[in-house]
Nanobody
Framework: QVQLVESGGGLVQPGGSLRLSCAAS????????MGWYRQAPGKERELVAR???????NYADSVKGRFTISRDNAKDTVDLQMNSLRPGDTAVYYC?????????WGQGTQVTVSS
């Protein structure tokens, strides 16, 4: 099993930046892939960014060039650096991990982009 704990959400003005962090309960070397999803009110949960244990990444078109996902193997964390934030980025952000073909979710962290 894998437990995931997110941190770093909050309120930010449009154009601002936030960094989310997801801490895993086991070595991320053993986790096939980790990613960030988000869910806005009234909308379905969507993939934001994903990184595999080989380092391959993919991003939603809406965040390309603004968001960066990265792994810290020493800390067993996956971070999401979010720049040039827009009101449309407002959502609950969830960390996700795939381990032994099963998916695991964190509890979510709120990101609100508003002036």
């Amino acid at each position: 099993q894998v437990q995931l704990v997110e941190s770093g959400g909050g309120l930010v003005q449009p154009g601002g930046s936030l960094r989310l962090s997801c801490a895993a309960s086991r070595s991320i070397f053993t986790i096939n892939a980790m990613g960030w999803y988000r869910q806005a009110p009234g909308k379905e949960r969507e993939l934001v960014a994903r990184i595999t244990n080989s380092g391959s990444t993919n991003y939603a078109d809406s965040v390309k060039g603004r968001f960066t996902i990265s792994r810290d193997n020493a800390k067993d964390t996956v971070d999401l650096q979010m720049n040039s934030l827009r009101p449309g980025d407002t959502a609950v952000y969830y960390c996700h991990a795939v381990y032994n073909i099963r998916g695991y979710w964190g509890q979510g962290t709120q990101v609100t982009v508003s002036s």
